[in-house]
């Protein structure tokens, strides 16, 4: 996987007006769209002291959304944080929006966490999925003890707001098999 880093501190250190997301958002977008299909955009958080919400919504919801619309392949992204305060505002700006994303360098030794609105159900999902790397619906549902088609609605949900990526690996009729991998 191509990885591109964005810093959000040659901004500044402390960032807070939605104008300044806007020219933001336009410099990431430029990145995000240069990237091939399965690139990741990486937001680093280092170095800032301040992060407004505002700032948060213009630069990285609004590019989320974009980004799970379709309109830039497969790509996906995700934001690397050295603090939990630093993405309070983001994480409320995700949630305003029903979107959700992996955030990694997290404080208490965790490997990632959660930014944004996802439901405990699917953060389960995605943490198996994180632990495995790559998998298929029929071996989750085995593992969480789920039926098969509640596993599917949490892997459409993951793989709809791209914390997963999912590959078509064969069809056995009627149905088109796929493996569904970690994005981390």
């Known amino acids: 996987m191509n990885r591109e880093v964005f810093q959000i501190s040659q901004f500044g250190r ?3 007006t939605r104008s300044e997301g806007e020219a933001a958002r336009a410099q990431l977008l430029q990145i ?13 958080l280092d170095g800032i002291e301040v992060l407004a919400g505002s700032f948060a919504d213009e630069v990285i919801a609004k590019s989320l959304g974009l980004l799970i619309s379709g309109v830039y392949g ?3 992204m995700i934001v690397s944080s050295p603090s939990e305060e630093l993405t309070e505002g983001l994480s409320d700006k ?4 029903n979107l959700a994303m992996v955030c990694v360098k997290t404080p208490k030794g965790r490997a990632w966490r959660i930014v944004g609105q996802l439901a405990e159900p699917h953060i389960e999902t995605l943490k198996l999925i994180n632990d495995r790397k790559k998998t298929t619906a029929k071996e989750l549902a085995e593992a969480l003890g789920i039926p098969p088609n509640a596993c599917h609605q949490r892997l459409k949900r993951l793989v709809e707001l791209r914390l997963i990526l999912q590959d078509r690996v064969g069809v056995s009729a009627p149905k088109t098999l796929y493996q569904f991998r970690s994005i981390l």
């Open 14 to 16: 402390r960032v807070g």
């Open 32 to 44: 995000l769209e240069s990237l091939p299909d399965d690139g990741q955009l990486v937001i680093d």
């Open 74 to 76: 497969n790509r996906t």
């Open 94 to 97: 995700l949630t305003q929006r």
